[in-house]
Every structure is written in structure tokens, then in C-alpha cells.
């Protein structure tokens, strides 16, 4: 007899422009990482199991009093989406991650659209990839929120360009951009963050809507750079987003001396990543990568160089992880 084994992954992802205000409308600059998340279903009794972080987890539908079992909810969001929440689970879930986790680089949404993708296979449900990323975006929700949907677009299709809500991602075609990745150490606080933006909002709405407006400026402005080439022009869009992302309060102390060290080393722009208030910095330093990296490892961040975009979309190969593990920041689960 022959089993069948069934293994599912999907993209990590970086914004190179355009977080929170992209939960407002704004365009963001994205693309994915080859490498994000994988699941493998294996015989067992319906737990969703993350080696890494010593988790073992069956679905939950309702928060416990108090004791809030973000993974078992959204493991159940994705059992209810896809209509399995009465099956009775013959396989276990068993996640792995090839990115940092917690840390604004996708890795909540790569595990919902892997495990929405095993948990269809497992079961032979054949609801199709529109199913998975209705599953994958309530699972996103109740990890952070109320989330644009980019993390789990990017997660489920790869590619590289820019995402809006209602309208997805659209490509841009550009050259391979490559980027440092520097990490705090601290874990990225995407839920907090977006809540932050949101009663900024509220209290100013004016002021807080012109640095949205601004945000969506960059964006556009870093999309075409990026597809003409300039890396120059792009590192500048990266260096304003990243003030104007300060005065959003959604940076942190160790954020602003990654940047500032990218920067004297011979970055051409520096910013946070994702949800900040912890998480990663990206730097753009096409030809100063080491000099990046050894200025933070100096400081003692961890850090990694990959790329993103020139063609890696929808399944090609191009991502490089050179891992170089500082003093800091290994584990951010
Ligand atoms: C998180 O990766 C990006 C944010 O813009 C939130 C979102 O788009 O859902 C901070």
C-alpha cells in the first residue's frame, strides 16, 4: 500500500513601503520570500503541533475566560471557513517555519494558508484557493485583528508589487531588489500597533490621514523607481516612510538604531518592516550588504540578506537566506 504524504507551504513576505496606511486604503510596496511556512499532515488527532515554540494545540471556537488560545482559534477559524469544524480529524498538523517568526515578515499568514491548504488535502475537500485565503484571512484576523490582507495574498500567491485592498496584488516588474534583514529581538506587535494607528486616527483624523496620504505617495513614487531601477530613488521613499512611520509611534528604540546603523554603514534606506513596535528592519545596500551586517552584528543583531521581486512570483526560486546569527534576536516566536 502507498500513503500519500501531504506537505503545504506558502511564501513569507516584506513591505518595502506602505504598512498601517495600507489598512486605510493606501497602496504598499511588497513582495514575497520564497521561503515562509510548511505543514505536513500526518496520522494522528486533529492537533495543530509547531515543534519550535512546543505547541500542541486542538482547534478552539470560543476564548477561554481569560486565557486567549490564539493558535487553537485560529486553527478552529480555519476548520469553520472551510466547513470541517464537524469532521472528525484523522491527521495531526504539523507546522515548520524557513523565516524568523514574530517577526513582521509573514510567517502567522504563511501557517494559515499552509494549514487551511493540509487541512483541504487532509480531508479531501477540494474547495478550491479562493477557499483557502477566505480560511487564511479569518485566521489572520484572529492573530492580528483587522488585518488588509496583504500578509495572506502575498502568503498564498507570491509575487512582488503593489497590494490594495479590494484590488490585490497588481505586479510591478522590476529587477530583483535586494535587502537586508535585520532583527530586533523583540517580537513585532502588529495587533497593538494597528490599534495604535486606529486611535490616532480617531483622536486626529486630519493630520493622521495626511501622513496616510503621504505614506501612499512614497509608494507610488518607490513603485516606480523600483521598476525603472533606481535603487537610489527607492532607498529615498524608504528613508521618509520610515519618519513618517516614527511619527505613527508604530517604531521602536531598537528599530531606530538598526536603521541609523544601516544608514552609516552605506545603506541607501533603512525601515521597519511589517507591524513594527519590534520585528525586523529591512535595508536596501546593494553594494554595502557586509558593511550592513557587520555594523549590526557590532551591535549584536542577528541578520539575514535575501531578495525580493525580479520574477520570483507564483513559484519560481530566488530567495537566498544567508543566515548570520548575531547575539540577538534567533528566537522570536
Ligand atoms: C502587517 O504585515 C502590515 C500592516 O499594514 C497590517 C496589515 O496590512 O494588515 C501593519
Known amino acids: 500500500m502507498t500513503t500519500l504524504t501531504i506537505a503545504t507551504s506558502a511564501y513569507g513576505k516584506v513591505i518595502l513601503l506602505g504598512e498601517h496606511a495600507v489598512v486605510y486604503g493606501q497602496p504598499a ?19 495543530l503541533v509547531i515543534p519550535a515554540w512546543g505547541k500542541r494545540t486542538q482547534a478552539v471556537y470560543k476564548d477561554q475566560d481569560g486565557s486567549r488560545d490564539t493558535l487553537g482559534l485560529a486553527f478552529g477559524a480555519i476548520l469553520l471557513s472551510l ?60 492573530f492580528h485583528g483587522t488585518p488588509s490582507g496583504l500578509d495572506h495574498t502575498v502568503a498564498q500567491h507570491g509575487g512582488f508589487g503593489l497590494f490594495r485592498r479590494q484590488r490585490g496584488l497588481e505586479t510591478v516588474h522590476a529587477s530583483a531588489v535586494p535587502l537586508c534583514i535585520g532583527m530586533t529581538g523583540r517580537a513585532r506587535d502588529t495587533r497593538g500597533r494597528v490599534e495604535r494607528v486606529a486611535e490616532l486616527y480617531r483622536e486626529r483624523p486630519e493630520e493622521v490621514g495626511q501622513l496616510f496620504h503621504q505614506i501612499g505617495t512614497l509608494v507610488r ?69 557586509n558593511q550592513v551586517q557587520e555594523a549590526w552584528r557590532a551591535a549584536g543583531f542577528a541578520s539575514f540578506v535575501t531578495t525580493v521581486g525580479g520574477g520570483m512570483a507564483r513559484g519560481a526560486r530566488g530567495t537566498s537566506l544567508a543566515e548570520d546569527r548575531g547575539t540577538r534576536g534567533t528566537s522570536l516566536a
Open 83 to 142: 466547513g470541517a469544524s464537524d469532521r472528525v480529524l484523522d491527521h495531526d498538523f504539523v507546522a515548520t517555519f524557513a523565516i524568523p517568526t514574530g517577526a513582521g515578515l509573514g510567517s502567522s499568514a504563511a501557517l494559515s494558508v499552509a494549514l487551511a491548504r493540509a487541512v483541504d488535502q487532509a480531508l479531501m475537500l477540494r474547495r478550491g484557493e479562493p477557499a483557502m485565503a477566505s480560511a487564511a484571512f479569518l485566521a489572520e484576523q484572529v
Open 221 to 289: 513614487d518607490g513603485a516606480r523607481a523600483v521598476a525603472e531601477g533606481d535603487l537610489v530613488a527607492l532607498g529615498r521613499a524608504m528613508n521618509r516612510n520610515q519618519e513618517v512611520l516614527s511619527g505613527l509611534e508604530v517604531s521602536c528604540p531598537e528599530i531606530e538604531t538598526l536603521c541609523r546603523a544601516a544608514l552609516a554603514a552605506g545603506a541607501l534606506g533603512a525601515k521597519l518592516t511589517g507591524g513594527g513596535g519590534g520585528g525586523c528592519v529591512i535595508a536596501l545596500a546593494p553594494d554595502r550588504a
Open 29 to 47: 510596496l511588497c513582495g514575497a520570500l520564497r521561503d515562509g511556512a510548511q505543514v505536513q499532515a500526518v496520522p494522528g488527532e486533529g492537533a
